[in-house]
């Protein structure tokens, strides 16, 4: 459940994009209505899922404080990026800047990793995960380099696709295709640790 909760707003963009891609006009009059400007047939789609999107994301952390107090600084950031480059998707009517969100989350994330590993001396994949699994020093180094370079091609991949491919295309992307590669690097990420958890002393 909390993986589709993450996943929530991915998931209504999506959504978003292919009931305003059914319904043109309607969803043309409803993006002109809500922008004050005139939008085109095919502007329409992008420009409603990405303020879906938005308005999720905020949903999402008023949801979170509720019941936690408590919001992770990486939702907050995600929020903020998701703010500025879908604002200005919205502002400008350009796709460009929502296409960039995913690549710059990725990149954000990839670079704490590093960061946090280089200049603080803390692991952020250990601390997430040590209370669940215990591993060698070493393959914790090994896991969070992995991130990070998962990460950062994960960012390469999504500008690839955004502007290599059709837009209908990038969209489909980046639901299924960020969710399957990312189930297939924690599978075979699994594979690979099974040879080295430790077993809980007796």
């Known amino acids: 459940m909390k993986v589709l909760f993450d996943l ?8 978003a994009y292919k009931i305003a891609g059914m319904n043109e006009a309607a969803a043309a009059d409803l993006a002109s209505a809500l922008l004050a400007s005139d939008i085109g047939l095919k502007q329409a789609p992008i420009l409603l899922a990405t303020a879906v999107t938005i308005l999720a994301t905020f949903a999402q952390i008023g949801w979170v404080w509720m019941r936690h107090r408590k919001v992770d600084t990486m939702l907050w950031v995600t929020l903020c990026l998701v703010t500025l480059l879908g604002g200005a998707t919205l502002v400008f009517h350009d796709p460009v800047f929502i296409k960039w969100k995913p690549t710059a989350v990725y990149w954000l994330f990839g670079l704490s990793l590093l960061v946090s590993a280089a200049v603080f001396h803390k692991n952020l994949i250990r601390a997430v995960l040590e ?4 591993l060698p020093d070493r393959i914790w180094s090994r ?12 960012g390469v991949l999504n500008l ?4 290599s491919f059709s837009e209908e295309t990038w969209v489909n992307f980046k639901l299924f295709g960020g969710m399957g590669l990312m189930l297939l690097f924690v599978i075979a990420q699994g594979m690979y640790l099974s040879r080295y958890v430790e ?3 007796q």
Do not use: D, S, T
């Open 8 to 15: 929530l707003p991915v998931i209504l963009f999506f959504a």
């Open 131 to 134: 209370a669940q699994i215990r």
């Open 143 to 154: 896991l969070n380099g992995a991130w990070a370079g998962f990460f950062a091609l994960m």
């Open 160 to 163: 690839y696709v955004a502007f």
């Open 199 to 201: 077993e809980e002393p």
